[in-house]
């Protein structure tokens, strides 16, 4: 009788473990992380010689110049995911001179010593809200749609960006530049910011393969230094048992992906207006895959190409939006006085119109 019960007991305890181990291990199945942007590694890197671009994330919209421009131009007509380059956006009711003028992206590096981050460069954000007591809000934004499927370029001699051929047909240009692919069911979403005490609150902004954007709050930044902001999905179903089990075919239906579609920052109008300041490090999402293993005997894309074709249309509307506002901003550089800016340059060993 005394032995059957130790069995006894010893079957329970290992049912028990079993059930723990089995539980761990469903948990670890099932969720993934990854970073969506590091904007430590946004740093401009390209020219050499004047850094202004994020080699990594450039894209050239000179195809969208008129005949009028030389190469030399058109050699100029280039932008990327560098932090200088992202923009702030103010609420129609908050756009006047001074507010404008005064909202802008930075990037800023943190000191060597500090107990995060150290010696790594951020995105500093600045937004001057109205003083008058209403409502507003402010999108800080990246300086085009961040395309979804494009194949890695890299800048050849001539300063012209070209794709290799082991590249080809890849589609992983922006991937952790602000894009993750096999995004199932959003577990959560965090982002690594600076408060300075400020009350206004914060906001992500995602977007997904149907083109649909969703808002994600992570609260206000009224604290003082590095925090991890987190969204947990309250819709997220952590046992398995209760979910909904379909099947799907794959290529190319079963591509969903999240990408970034900007920062919102609400000012309440009980709050003070002016100066508002922050800094954001990374955004990091946990999610479900939507495939468990995206590793394929034959590379579908690379034959059939149907997820580029499919965003070609977009990417070309988007390039040629932005293409017509940069043209404007080069053309009015060239108006504006320039002597500060080739003095400048001539202390760096370039111009001040193409930065070489």
């Not at 000012?267 to 479900?288: E, H, P």
Request: neutral net charge; charged residues 20%; glycine residues 6%.
């Amino acid at each position: 009788m005394e032995g059957w019960l130790v069995k006894e007991y010893g079957m329970k305890r290992f049912l028990v473990l079993f059930a723990v181990a089995f539980t761990v291990l469903s948990f670890s199945v099932m969720a993934e992380q990854s970073k969506l942007i590091d904007f430590s590694e946004l740093v401009a890197n390209y020219p050499t010689n004047n850094p202004q671009q994020n080699e990594a994330t450039m894209v050239d919209f000179s195809t969208a110049a008129g005949a009028s421009f030389t190469q030399a131009d058109k050699a100029a007509m280039k932008t990327s995911l560098a932090i200088e380059n992202w923009v702030v956006t103010l609420a129609s009711s908050s756009q006047n001179v001074i507010n404008e003028a005064a909202s802008m992206v930075k990037p800023a590096t943190v000191r060597q010593g500090a107990a995060q981050f150290a010696g790594q460069t951020v995105m500093g954000v600045r937004v001057h809200f109205p003083t008058e007591p209403y409502n507003s809000w402010a999108m800080i934004a990246p300086p085009f749609d961040i395309p979804a499927y494009m194949d890695k370029t890299s800048v050849d001699a001539n300063g012209n960006l070209v794709t290799a051929a082991n590249q080809q047909g890849l589609g992983d240009k922006f991937d952790g530049y602000g894009v993750v692919k096999n995004v199932g069911t959003l577990k959560s979403v965090s982002v690594n910011v600076m408060g300075l005490n400020y009350p206004e609150s914060l906001s992500v902004v995602l977007t997904d393969q149907n083109n649909e954007q969703q808002e994600i709050p992570l609260g206000n930044l009224n604290f003082d230094g590095w925090r991890t902001l987190t969204w947990n999905n309250p819709n997220y179903v952590s046992e398995v048992r209760n979910r909904q089990l379909r099947s799907y075919p794959l290529y190319p239906n079963l591509t969903p992906y999240r990408k970034l579609t900007g920062f919102l920052v609400y000012r309440d109008a009980a709050q003070i207006g002016g100066d508002f300041i922050s800094y954001i490090k990374d955004v990091s999402i946990t999610y479900d895959k939507a495939v468990l293993n995206l590793q394929s005997d034959i590379n579908n894309e690379q034959v059939w190409g149907i997820l580029q074709n499919r965003e070609q249309a977009r990417r070309d509307a988007e390039f040629k939006r932005l293409g017509n506002i940069q043209v404007l901003r080069y053309l009015e550089s060239l108006k504006m006085d320039q002597t500060g800016q080739q003095a400048q340059a001539a202390a760096q060993g370039g111009t001040p119109a193409t930065g070489k």
